[in-house]
């Protein structure tokens, strides 16, 4: 027996999609978001995620997290969150889904890298990388580039994270005092998502399973790594308080079910705090219309304030003891200088990339040529990126 539940009145209604920029038929059974998350799983950015690390590269172990388990693991929590909220499920995993398809090889160490080198060329973003892939990168339809996707996908996935100008036009939010990266405003339709307002409830859920997954995760693969041990989380907010209930109720447990049982319970408590702190919201804006939400100058789903707090202090625990850590620090040195090497080969020698990549590259201009160079890099694995550098520079692999 398959359990409806009814959407509430805030969220996206996928009978009511503002539609896709290219018109297409219905798609029969599916509903226009379904059709979004579909597109999505069968992309090849998205198969690229499994090769794609956040921490480290792919070579250091077989059970670390790579972009592809993380969206899988975000995607569940996202429609665990969405569920209990009356959301749409669909547009919340879609969303999930495709927050990391535009991340660079080497994690956040391959995107500093990447941007540094597109610095004069308008520099690099994977957010604005994620919205380039799927509306003009990805390949497969015959019709258009890109994936087509839904307004309320793309409105999503640019915004998920909040506002990107303020009324006045100027940037805001993560994008304070900068300029908008160039793959959202090359974006034709890019005014048409209203970036001076906040996305769908079904975005927010989407962003904050991200730092739920993120966080806990992270502790997780630390811990196995061996980055810092188990005691060291003792006098961390939520989690060493979790940790001790933990060890009071099963004193001999083994560390791998330690590690597991108190992961699984911060996710827990992280998701029941983000619940009641967003029915307490639906309770004092009472929005009425996914319009509503997207006007409220607020986020909708968010952290209690003490649980916000927890999550800082634990990002930065993270940062300074795994993140910082010299083993990561050591090999995230030698990913950029892969990402590096690469796209100075790749851009003053063009002949060097598949002939796919480099059809009519004499004719752009230099900064179109750094974009392309950038868009063939960012979408490559860790792997391939090794490989490449060992083809190009035939060095012994850098990371053994």
């Not at 070579?59 to 909220?85: K, P």
């Not at 100058?297 to 927890?310: D, H, I, K, R, W």
Request: hydrophobic share 40%; net charge negative.
């Amino acid at each position: 027996m398959i359990l409806r539940y009814e959407l509430a009145c805030y969220a996206s209604q996928a009978d009511k999609s503002r539609g896709r920029f290219i018109d297409e038929p219905d798609a029969g059974a599916r509903s226009p978001f379904q059709r979004d998350r579909d597109r999505i799983l069968h992309s090849t950015a998205f198969r690229r995620l499994k090769h794609k690390t956040q921490v480290f590269v792919y070579h250091e172990g077989d059970h670390f997290r790579t972009r592809l388990t993380h969206s899988i693991e975000v995607a569940q929590i996202a429609r665990s969150i969405a569920r209990t909220l009356q959301l749409d499920e669909d547009l919340t995993e879609a969303l999930a889904l495709a927050h990391d398809l535009g991340h660079t090889p080497f994690g956040h160490a391959g995107e500093r890298a990447l941007d540094e080198c597109m610095k004069a060329y308008g520099g690099f973003d994977h957010n604005a990388q994620a919205l380039r892939i799927v509306t003009r990168l990805e390949r497969r339809y015959a019709a258009f580039d890109g994936l087509n996707l839904t307004w309320e996908t793309l409105e999503g996935l640019v915004k998920h994270n909040g506002p990107l100008i303020d009324a006045e036009g100027k940037p805001t939010g993560h994008y304070r005092g900068k300029v908008l990266p160039v793959a959202i405003t090359d974006f034709a339709g890019a005014n048409a998502l209203a970036l001076d307002t906040y996305a769908s409830a079904e975005a927010q859920v989407a962003a904050i399973a991200d730092d739920i997954a993120y966080n806990a995760h992270d502790i997780d693969d630390g811990l196995r790594a061996g980055l810092f041990d188990v005691i060291d989380l003792g006098d961390i907010p939520l989690v060493g308080g979790i940790l001790g209930k933990v060890v009071t109720q099963y004193p001999n447990l083994e560390r791998s079910r330690l590690i597991h049982e108190t992961v699984r319970r911060v996710i827990s408590t992280m998701v029941e705090d983000v619940v009641a702190e967003t029915r307490r919201r639906i309770r004092k804006f009472d929005p009425q219309t996914v319009d509503d939400v997207h006007g409220l100058g607020a986020p909708l789903v968010t952290f209690s304030a003490q649980c916000a707090e927890n999550n800082r202090v634990l990002q930065q625990f993270l940062s300074r003891r795994m993140y910082r850590h010299e083993k990561v620090m050591r090999i995230m040195e030698k990913a950029q200088r892969v990402i590096r090497d690469l796209f100075e080969s790749y851009h003053e020698h063009p002949e060097l990339m598949p002939k796919e990549w480099r059809s009519g590259f004499e004719d752009l201009s230099i900064e179109r040529r750094a974009r392309l160079v950038c868009d063939f890099i960012a979408g490559m694995t860790d792997r391939f990126a090794l490989d490449e550098h060992r083809r190009l520079f035939d060095l012994a692999p850098l990371f053994r």
